[in-house]
């Protein structure tokens, strides 16, 4: 009984030996898991100005005397003449008088027929002549019952005095 018991050791532990499994490929197949494709695609967007509520189109405007002008990277997206007490903005296409102005401390409202233009906390640093330059954060645009938001517009605002 005494040699049995070494012969069995033996061969329980080579038997323990011989059953290894390589694992090769691993695949996911509970189709549970596996979500479709299109309901994880984020749609992409190519022309983010297109998803705006209106458009606002840039006018053929320059500062001067008596004007001022507000820009947006650069091209005119507004303007008011304190003197004519008038200006304009241009929303999708159609031009729109603005015939009220205010200017308080860092901030500007102008409004016209439909549309009210709030352009709050402008930080003014630069003066040319008699213009004062300087940015907004932020002017909110509100054309009939829409709201656009815009940011980093720029001002040249020259007096007539």
Partial sequence: MKKILPIFLIAFLGSCTK????????KIS???LVLPQD??????????EAT????????DVSSGKGRSV??????????????????SIRIDGKDYPLNSYDFNENN???SGDQVKIEATNGDFKDQTGNCVNGV??????????????????SVQDCPDF
């Fill in 30 to 32: 509970d189709s549970a």
């Fill in 108 to 110: 500007y409202t102008l």
């Fill in 136 to 153: 907004f954060p932020e002017v909110k645009v509100t054309y009939k019952d829409k709201v656009l938001n815009l940011t980093n517009v």
């Fill in 52 to 59: 705006a509520v209106f458009q606002i189109n840039p006018l």
């Fill in 70 to 87: 507000f820009t947006e990277n650069g091209k005119t997206i507004f303007y008011f003449e304190q003197n004519a007490n008038k200006g």
């Fill in 39 to 48: 309901s994880v695609e984020v749609p992409e967007i190519k022309n983010p």
């Fill in 19 to 26: 059953e290894k499994e390589t694992i090769t490929d691993t």
